[in-house]
């Protein structure tokens, strides 16, 4: 219980930075969206090598992958870095299909640096996993990167299946006469 409680604390705490960060704009934003589009295409060729003789996903995912990288697939399964590399060296994970976006970057940073992009996508692939292929599905996608000392980091990649037209109904009665 106190275990938990620690990790609420923890939670609340990083997340008061972030709620008061402001969204930057101007050319230093223009340059990030163009920097992380580019790493967004780089990732998506790496992973789609996957299922090809010449698989050069494992090496992208070294370069880019934070050490403690958060990684949420959409069954809601985790990866480490340690284990996506030898999932994809090992050709126990192939995407097969994929159809991309629109791809929306919002950039933040201290004082306008543009040191952090969250990029959100939609996304509808065929992916083989341990040898079972998965259905079509489309899923809705949040990716952060953060940059260090001129190097971008992949730091989160969260996958979550788009809701019901039900869920979606429920959502907009409850809404109703809410200004956002």
């Known amino acids: 219980?106190?275990?938990?409680?620690?990790?609420?604390?923890?939670?609340?705490?990083?997340?008061?930075?972030?709620?008061?960060?402001q969204e930057t704009t101007g050319p230093k934003a223009d340059e990030v969206k163009k920097e992380i589009v580019k790493l967004e295409?780089?990732?998506?060729?790496?992973?789609?090598?996957?299922?090809t003789s010449h698989n050069f996903c494992p090496d992208w995912v070294k370069s880019y992958d934070a050490e403690?990288?958060?990684?949420?697939?959409?069954?809601?399964?985790?990866?480490?870095?340690a284990g996506l590399i030898s999932d994809?060296?090992?050709?126990?994970?192939k995407l097969l299909a994929v159809r991309y976006g629109p791809q929306n970057i919002r950039v933040?940073?201290?004082?306008?640096?543009?040191?952090?992009?969250?990029?959100?996508?939609s996304t509808l692939y065929d992916i083989e996993v341990y040898g079972k292929q998965s259905r079509s599905e489309e899923h809705h996608v949040v990716d952060v990167w953060v940059n260090r000392e001129g190097k971008w980091w992949f730091v989160v990649h969260s996958v979550h299946s788009l809701p019901s037209p039900e869920a979606l109904k429920l959502q907009a009665e409850k809404t109703k006469g809410i200004k956002h």
């Open 1 to 21: 219980m106190s275990e938990r409680i620690f990790l609420l604390v923890v939670l609340v705490l990083s997340l008061t930075g972030f709620v008061r960060a």
């Open 41 to 51: 295409e780089d990732k998506l060729k790496a992973f789609q090598s996957t299922g």
């Open 68 to 81: 403690g990288i958060v990684h949420i697939n959409a069954d809601g399964t985790e990866d480490t870095k």
């Open 88 to 93: 994809v060296q090992n050709g126990n994970r």
């Open 108 to 121: 933040y940073g201290d004082g306008g640096n543009g040191t952090t992009a969250v990029t959100t996508y």
